[in-house]
């Protein structure tokens, strides 16, 4: 504990050091268009923010509101205070909060927030140097919240039609990699339409991805022409990988919070899960009040804990995290209300970055003291095989796990089908 302790000490002091000598920096190579020269200026003059390049965006937006923060004592009773990297930095955060102290400062400027110690964590992660690569990436990278936008759709939720079209009653932000066209267009032409649905519900639609390996052939061109034509491409500057959905969701929350605040509900799903849109639609009408404003629904998981086995996708090493997992909702497509939507980001600034996305939003939920709930539609493991050609169990299901392209065009006809009589 005192080793963290102290290296926040440092941290803070190498941290001031920085601005002062950017300052000075700035001072003396004042025609340097540098990126993090800017951020601080940013930071100082808030207000002529809005002639910067758009690229700087995220970086400009107000603190937020951290004040009303607290965390449910059932959280602090599932996750368990041991020795393991992530369990101790949730404590350490935690009793600062319980000090009445603002949680640590997570708007670093991108470009140096991987600059994390070694030494740092080599001693307080005895095994850190056995992690897999892409492990010891997310734990390097852990403190980078802020990524700028490549891709921004900053009028999403804004009409110039008629009255109250600004309001935006259901989300779909669904999470897709820059290679997926022909997912995404699947997905525009079934179940993602945006419009007016039927009692005046207004559904809009945003892709969230990440940017292709450097390596890569570059797709930027045809990612730009896609958003142009279609208006809902959303890019951040991070690599799309498994362990950076937890960084994806963060950011989809700070772009919710700044361009769609009054979105009534957030669909977060895959880009290869098939939903029936109608069926959705009905559910959320069916809600009372106090459901609607707490609800966190899907495919519920409620015993997981951490995979141990290396070769995994999940796998997740017992000296980072050591205890059982929040139920949560599985990642593959939830509901979320869109008031939960800053109390979510705000709590998600004191609990540390968990590299599973869909753990770490079961764990910001349980902190707000919101439960998930199990709903029998949302089939995020897919139903029995004898069932996949019955469209008459697609017509009461909301989701069903992973189907192609065309499958999706082929289930979204059938179920509209006049001729299906169930
Ligand atoms: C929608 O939002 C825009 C921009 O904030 C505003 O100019 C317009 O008046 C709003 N329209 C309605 C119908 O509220
Ligand atoms: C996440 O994105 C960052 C920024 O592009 C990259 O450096 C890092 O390797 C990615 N993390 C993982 C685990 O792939």
Redesign the pocket.
């Known amino acids: 504990m005192r080793r963290i302790h102290s290296f926040y000490v440092m941290s803070l002091l190498v941290t001031l050091f920085m601005i002062l000598y950017s300052t000075i920096h700035l001072e003396t190579h004042s025609a340097e268009p540098e990126d993090a020269v800017m951020h601080l200026r940013l930071q100082i003059h808030d207000s002529d923010v809005k002639t910067q390049s758009p690229k700087l965006e995220t970086f400009t937006s107000p603190p937020p509101d951290v004040h009303n923060v607290s965390v449910s004592d059932g959280f602090r009773q599932t996750i368990p205070q041991n020795q393991a990297y992530w369990n101790r930095l949730l404590y350490l955060s935690l009793r600062n909060l319980d000090k009445g102290e603002n949680p640590p400062r997570h708007d670093m400027h991108w470009s140096r927030c991987r600059e994390t110690n070694q030494e740092f964590l080599q001693t307080n992660v005895h095994d850190f140097s056995s992690y897999p690569v892409l492990f010891r990436d997310f734990v390097q990278g852990m403190n980078c919240r802020s990524s700028p936008v490549l891709i921004n759709q900053p009028n999403k939720c804004?009409?110039?039609?008629?009255?109250?079209?600004?309001q935006t009653s259901l989300l779909f932000a669904i999470k897709s990699a820059p290679g997926n066209f022909e997912q995404r267009q699947a997905v525009r032409e079934t179940w993602g339409r945006e419009g007016l649905y039927h009692e005046g519900l207004r559904v809009r639609r945003v892709f969230l991805l990440g940017k292709s390996p450097q390596d890569d052939p570059d797709l930027s061109p045809l990612l730009s022409f896609e958003a142009q034509h279609f208006g809902d491409l959303l890019q951040w500057d991070f690599e799309e990988s498994f362990l950076n959905l937890t960084l994806k969701m963060n950011v989809f929350l700070q772009w919710t919070l700044k361009h769609c605040p009054h979105v009534s509900f957030v669909f977060s799903g895959d880009d290869d899960v098939f939903v029936n849109t109608p069926a959705l639609l009905s559910y959320l009408l069916s809600l009372k009040g106090s459901e609607a404003s707490q609800l966190y629904v899907g495919h519920v998981i409620s015993t997981a804990k951490p995979l141990r086995d290396p070769n995994i996708k999940y796998y997740i090493p017992l000296s980072f995290y050591d205890g059982p997992y929040p139920a949560y909702a599985g990642g593959g497509g939830f509901l979320i209300s869109g008031v939960l939507l800053q109390p979510l980001y705000s709590v998600s600034r004191v609990i540390p970055f968990f590299p599973i996305d869909d753990v770490y939003m079961g764990m910001c939920a349980k902190a707000l003291g919101v439960s998930s709930e199990a709903h029998a539609g949302f089939q995020t493991f897919d139903i029995k095989e004898q069932d996949r050609e019955n469209l008459c169990v697609y017509k009461d299901l909301i989701l069903i796990h992973q189907r192609s392209p065309s499958q999706m065009k082929k289930l979204w006809k059938g179920i509209h089908s006049p001729l299906l009589t169930c």
């Open positions: 804004v009409s110039s039609e008629e009255d109250g079209a600004n």
